[in-house]
């Protein structure tokens, strides 16, 4: 980059234009093409269009109306995800934290699509490294290359090194010259992947998919039986070709995937509203299984930011106030403790210029600067930096009242080897010494004791109420003294706040052990990033479903680790590229919506499975005694669209779109299974029961599948109430209305007309409603008792 970058000036404007850009697909949601491709280039509208050609060119045109399927299918799985790709590009743009570069001189604030080739790009703690590059200044700049490396331990860089995207500053400040932008930055697709829209592994998705693969390969031995069965058993090739039709599209669940689509789709424009970023759908599976909820206190419990309370001297001998100032403006960047300071104290008094400096970072636990004549002063956690003495029992004494407490001390030298080699590696570890294992050289007398004031969020109570009456576990997992944290925890009434464990005590090597000290209690202070991480791994071993929430870059490593990781919106941008959930108002009290959200998504798609899979069953049943009795297929196509619209269609539009607060469970698959396979059996045995108890010398074919098609309906029907239970009064109208509208069409001359339906005979007709009477009873039996089976 030689003759092109200024360290001094950065790029001109010039240069930027016509210089190649960092622009990446939007990581929020997949192109317009790609989302008509998938929805109508799919195994099911092949299917269902081949055999709709056969009707359309065999059969009458009212038996292919299930065609329409494929229309409907293609529509709305299209408009549903259009839908959800506006929300999450709009919510995309909001989440996208701008770069800082340096042009003509000056510092400014770019959108991370507009960053070019041999920008020179400023970092502080907590930025993200969108781009590849080569650092060009550096004060203690520690970088975290664990998304990429897997180690914990930050990296110390100094000019020359080379920095990759996917890694985030720490501590300290600097800059790099962009060497690779755009799809050539080595780790774009790991920070795209992060937050792209797409249906990627879950439990549901898996086991729909299981379904639909098992069905495909049952369809075609038995579709192929069915349609030799027809054509010996009859002379008219239409009906053949009709009733061997009517078989295999009622064996296929053409709108389970569609249901399950829309469901993940709406659940993310319903939390976009609440200006909740779902980055990945997935999530919306993961929210529902969530049973252990772990938060960071700051940011979360207490609102971002504090405000400097008092500052308690300890030696009235020394510059307390020039010290604390001095301090507070040596980052660029500063953490909102540094902040508070430089609310009392806007600038740092004359004469105090650091030399070798210490910048903070979350597993250090303080910070410090050299300032020559003046001395070596440090700021930090009081039970970090002292051992014991007047000023260390004080301190605790604060913080037991729930108090923010940091000392401001002076030693005789700052950290051996912070001043190293930056990248150097000892006993393979980053860095000269991990990060959390330096302390100052010299002891530290404490000058003065520094408290703040936090500040607690209004809904944090409600919202942690919630969370126990749901049956969540809460674990506040917080870098702050147990102590304090307790005091927090005490306050908003969370059981177990008073039992606060110091994460130092905590055993590393005895992941067992881990896990049963987390599962017995509830709030851990001094926590470090490695140890967050190491939190949510214990927790997951012992079969938690682990959600975590954080706004720091302290977080960043648990957030991956865990099932869930949410994110607050003011929090870096580190934490939000790896989360899979950002609050981007940055309201704790969304979190209920959010886990309710992705409740209601997985127990209705559940429902919505045990009508579809109800009808496959049903219809491999029949097509299996068909095709071996060699008889007549029972009902026609049109009546299978009859049907499936008033039992399964339209009630399951509503259903899988219902409110509820059922707690997802495991087990997805068997589930389903214990339920759709009785009920699915015995609809088949009380449909052909009527179709052979109808049939005799003088009836005709559509008379017996008019009984078979009554049986069918009062069955499914019945199926349809027990899915929808618990029923309440808009259940009760939805599978009321159902019933209402098939008595109604058997009833009107041109709806009977229509769908070819002759309810010739009362005392058959009536026999199919004794039968179906006999098969509802058995249902409900045979799925209590398979629902008792743990398989």
Partial sequence: MDGVTSLARGLTSAQVVGAKTNDVPRRSSRSLSAIVRANVFTLFNLVIGVLWALILIFGEWQDSLFGLVIVANMLIGIVQELRAKRTLDKLAVINEAPVRVRRDGAERQVPPRQVVLGDLILLGPGDRLLVDGEVAESDGLEVDESLLTGEADPVHKRPGDEVLSGSFAVAGTGSFVATKVGTDAYAVKLAEEASKFHLAHSELRTGVADFIKYITWLVIPIGALLIHSQLSNSIDLRTAITGAVAGIVTMIPEGLVLMTSIAFAVGVVRLGRRKCLVQELPAIEGLARVDVLCLDKTGTLTAGGMDLDEVLPVRDDLPVDAALAALAHLDGRPNATAQAIQVRYPAAHDGW???????????????????????????????????????????????????????????????????????????????????????????????????????????????????????????????????????????????????????????????????????????????????????????????????????????????????????????????????????????????????????????????????????????????????????????????????????????????????????????????????????????????????????????????????????????????????????????????????????????????????????????????????????????????????????
């Fill in 353 to 791: 210029k650091a030399g070798d400096t210490v910048p903070f970072s979350s597993a250090r636990k303080w910070s410090g600067a050299d300032f020559g004549e003046r001395g070596v002063w440090v700021l930090g956690a009081p039970d970090v930096l002292l051992q014991d003495g007047d000023a260390y029992d004080r301190a605790a004494e604060l913080a037991a009242t729930g108090t923010r407490v940091l000392v401001l001390g002076r030693t005789a030298g700052l950290a051996d080897g912070l001043a190293g080699e930056p990248g150097d590696r000892t006993g393979g570890e980053v860095g000269v010494a991990p990060v959390e294992a330096v302390a100052p050289v010299a002891p530290v007398e404490a000058v003065a004791l520094v408290t703040f004031k936090q500040r607690v969020r209004p809904d944090a109570h409600e919202t942690l109420r919630y969370f126990a009456e749901q049956g969540v576990t809460v674990k506040i997992i917080s870098g702050d003294s147990p102590v304090a944290v307790s005091a927090i925890a005490t306050g908003l009434g969370v059981p177990g706040g008073d039992r606060a464990l110091d994460a130092r005590t905590l055993p590393h090597d005895d992941p067992a052990k881990l896990g049963e000290l987390l599962d017995g209690h509830t709030v851990f202070g001094r926590v470090t990033p490695r140890q967050k991480r190491e939190f949510v791994r214990a927790l997951q071993a012992r079969g938690h479903t682990v959600a975590m929430t954080g706004d720091g870059v302290n977080d960043v490593l648990a957030l991956k680790e865990a099932d869930l990781g949410i994110a607050m919106g003011a929090g870096s941008p580190a934490t939000k590229a790896v989360a899979q959930v950002v609050l981007l108002d940055d309201r704790f009290a969304t979190l209920p919506h959010v886990v309710g959200e992705g409740r209601r998504v997985l127990a209705n798609i559940e429902r919505v499975a045990n009508l579809f899979l109800t009808k496959t069953f049903y219809a491999i049943v029949l097509s299996l005694l068909v095709g071996v009795a060699g008889v007549m297929f029972p009902f026609a196509p049109r009546h299978s669209t009859l049907v499936n619209a008033l039992t399964i269609g339209v009630p399951a539009l509503f259903l899988a779109l219902a409110p509820t607060l059922e707690r997802a469970k495991p087990g997805f698959v068997p589930r389903v299974l214990r339920f759709a396979v009785p009920a699915g059996v015995l609809c088949a045995a009380a449909v052909l029961l009527s179709f052979w108890a109808a049939h005799s010398d003088t009836s005709t074919l559509l008379e017996d599948q008019t009984s078979a098609v009554i049986a069918l309906f009062l069955t499914t029907w019945w199926v349809l109430v027990l899915i929808a239970r618990p029923l309440n009064w808009w259940r009760v109208v939805l599978v009321g209305a159902m019933a209402v509208t098939f008595a109604i069409g058997l009833t009107l001359p041109f709806v009977r007309e229509f769908f070819a339906l002759e309810p010739g005979d009362l005392g058959k007709d009536l026999t199919a409603v004794g039968i179906s009477i006999l098969a509802a009873v058995m249902i409900s039996v045979a799925v209590k008792v398979a629902g008792t089976l743990r398989t």
